[in-house]
């Protein structure tokens, strides 16, 4: 087989090797059913059972109280940025956003599509390199919306950001979801792309309470209503079921790093070895303010774009994949998910410190 190589890519991205390992022998024969993964109707007794499986294995990693529904949608954390405000906005209501990163600013233009907005803070000022600290929220916004881990600028809120007691808080948590426990109770709404931490790019995670379902107006098309969806376990049409069954096993991966304590503790470890590095070098320094930095994509430059670009040059042919910073960063981004192994990181280290040694 092919070497497999350093994949810092900021998603689709790098998966447990058990996980693919396991994915590849269930390929021509899910178990002893006889049939693939990928041929099993959604609606056979072999793709139920992986369904009902995820869904338990999400409510019990993230803690998921009873009273929130768990449903597997598609058209990526996108769609989501639509789907929010289609069902919760109207042209009278307001909806608040905490405008971090590129991301969040995609949500709000896809809200000003059906209502209101506001904006309760924002980095932009700073080419989004902080988490504001002070949160001014419009009267009685209908519900509150933020990007937990900003994917492009290397930043992530260290905690919930409050809001006025009784609104609702949404949050998109496609790139730092099960990368530390998170309490969903303080949410009306989780969602996240799974390309991730979770699985493949064709599935997106839905965590939603109970009680919204049902305030969506009944005159949106039917697979934009959340409500359809929770009624039907997400089985309304053919749900992404290789998507779904690749879920169900980084979550069992997860499970068997004994759970979000632990992912946490390890994503600290990983990242704070990369920022100790680039925190004492005298050629790279990260992009990101000390107290808003991401442990999933730590983003860092030289400062002159050209090194950037020799470093990125030789990253690539030193097996080092994906370090290419975002355009509206530049620079580098290293981006370390669950599934990034640390020596891949101890590997990094030790190449940054080669390259700076060679240029002195
Ligand atoms: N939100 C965040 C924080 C992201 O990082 C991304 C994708 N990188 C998106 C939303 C968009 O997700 P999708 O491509 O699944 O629509």
């Known amino acids: 087989m092919t070497k497999r190589i350093w994949n810092f890519s900021a998603g689709p991205a790098v998966l447990p090797e058990a996980v693919l390992n396991e994915a590849r022998e269930n390929l021509l024969s899910l178990g002893s059913t006889g049939i693939g993964i990928l041929e099993h109707s959604h609606r056979g007794k072999a793709f139920v059972a992986v369904y009902e499986e995820t869904e338990a294995l999400v409510r019990d990693i993230g803690q998921v109280p009873g009273n929130y529904k768990i449903l597997f949608l598609q058209g990526g954390a996108s769609t989501q940025f639509a789907m929010l405000p289609m069902n919760f906005l109207t042209p009278e209501t307001t909806a608040d956003f905490l405008v971090t990163g590129a991301w969040a600013e995609k949500a709000i233009e896809e809200a000003q599509l059906f209502g209101k907005t506001h904006v309760a803070c924002s980095s932009q000022d700073r080419n989004y390199c902080y988490i504001p600290q002070s949160l001014a929220f419009s009267d009685q916004p209908a519900y509150v919306h933020y990007t937990s881990n900003n994917t492009i600028f290397g930043t992530e809120f260290a905690t919930i950001p409050t809001v006025p007691a009784?609104?609702?808080?949404?949050?998109?948590?496609?790139?730092?979801?099960?990368?530390?426990?998170?309490?969903?109770?303080?949410?009306?709404?989780?969602?996240?792309?799974?390309?991730?931490?979770?699985?493949?790019?064709?599935?997106?995670?839905?965590?939603?309470?109970?009680?919204?379902?049902e305030r969506a107006p009944k005159t949106l098309p039917t697979m934009l209503q959340y409500r359809t969806h929770a009624k039907n376990d997400s089985m309304y049409n053919t749900p992404p079921t290789f998507a779904i069954y690749l879920m169900n096993l980084v979550l069992k991966w997860i499970k068997g790093q004994r759970g979000l304590e632990s992912m946490a503790a390890l994503n600290q470890r990983k990242?704070?070895?990369?920022?100790?590095?680039?925190?004492?070098?005298?050629?790279?320094?990260?992009?990101?303010?000390?107290?808003?930095?991401?442990?999933?994509?730590?983003?860092?430059?030289?400062?002159?774009?050209?090194?950037?670009?020799?470093?990125?040059?030789?990253?690539?042919?030193?097996?080092?994949?994906?370090?290419?910073?975002?355009?509206s960063v530049g620079g580098m981004r290293a981006s370390l998910y669950n599934a990034f192994p640390e020596a891949g990181v101890d590997a990094l280290v030790e190449f940054l410190r080669a390259f700076e040694a060679e240029g002195k």
Not at 198 to 211: A, H, M
Not at 317 to 323: E, I, S, T
Request: glycine share 8%; aromatic share 8%.
């Open 166 to 213: 009784g609104v609702d808080l949404c949050c998109d948590a496609s790139s730092d979801i099960f990368s530390r426990p998170w309490d969903v109770s303080r949410h009306a709404v989780i969602y996240a792309g799974a390309q991730k931490n979770l699985g493949p790019s064709g599935v997106t995670l839905v965590i939603i309470r109970d009680d919204l379902i």
């Open 271 to 327: 990242a704070g070895k990369l920022y100790s590095y680039l925190d004492q070098s005298q050629l790279f320094r990260a992009t990101a303010n000390r107290d808003s930095r991401s442990l999933m994509n730590v983003t860092f430059v030289t400062g002159n774009p050209e090194v950037d670009a020799k470093f990125c040059a030789a990253a690539t042919k030193a097996g080092f994949d994906g370090l290419k910073g975002h355009r």
